[in-house]
């Protein structure tokens, strides 16, 4: 993912995008506290101090606003900086990296609460969950495949397939953590945290590690 102020922002005069950053941030807030159904386009408009007219030229409707703030709020948390590859760098310390900033991004309160929303809805609203689907998860399994792909092609990895590899790292990762999470059933401590993403990764590096004869 190539993340970047300018994408969530949008184009427009100083005042427009100021108008448009107090939506986005308005629908952070609302969505994840009161879901997808929940939450209207008047309260998104109240809480970001516009008229809902305004809210309606910047972003069509809810559902582009949901996707929207889903792409902002992977950005935000989840920068492209863990995907840079170094193949003269050991590859564990750079998975370590991504375990890190991905964690971090799946455990806290606003991915919770956009996950809990998304679950709450998608009966109801299955265009809505496949569009989340492929604004933030695709998205990102797409950044790690093509990471893997370089060091592939750097022999410091064997993998055949890096999409499906890239899946198995972020299943991987979330163990039962955010299953605990999800259920409110506490957060890991931080050496808990450190433990369980160095042994995700040795695990991982156990089946794909590249073997030199």
Known sequence: MN???????????????????????????????????????????????????????????????????????????????????????????????????FFGLMMSEGALGMHRTLVASSQHSPKLAKLFWEAGPVQVQAALAEMLGKEVAARQLDIADTHRAASQFFALLKGQHHSRMLFGCGRPTPAETEAHLEATVDMFLRAYAYTRD
Request: proline residues 7%; neutral net charge; hydrophobic residues 40%.
């Open 3 to 101: 993340a970047s102020p300018e994408r969530c922002n949008g184009p427009g005069r100083p005042k427009d995008l100021e108008k448009r950053a107090a939506i986005l941030e308005a629908a952070k807030r609302l969505f994840p506290e009161h879901g997808f159904e929940g939450t209207s386009m008047d309260a998104i408009a109240a809480e970001a101090g516009v008229s809902k007219l305004t809210v309606y030229s910047h972003f069509g409707d809810k559902e582009s606003l949901f996707i929207e703030t889903i792409r902002c709020k992977c950005d935000a948390l989840l920068p492209g900086e863990p995907f840079a590859v170094d193949v003269n760098a050991p590859v564990r310390g750079q998975l370590l990296r991504v375990a890190r900033a």
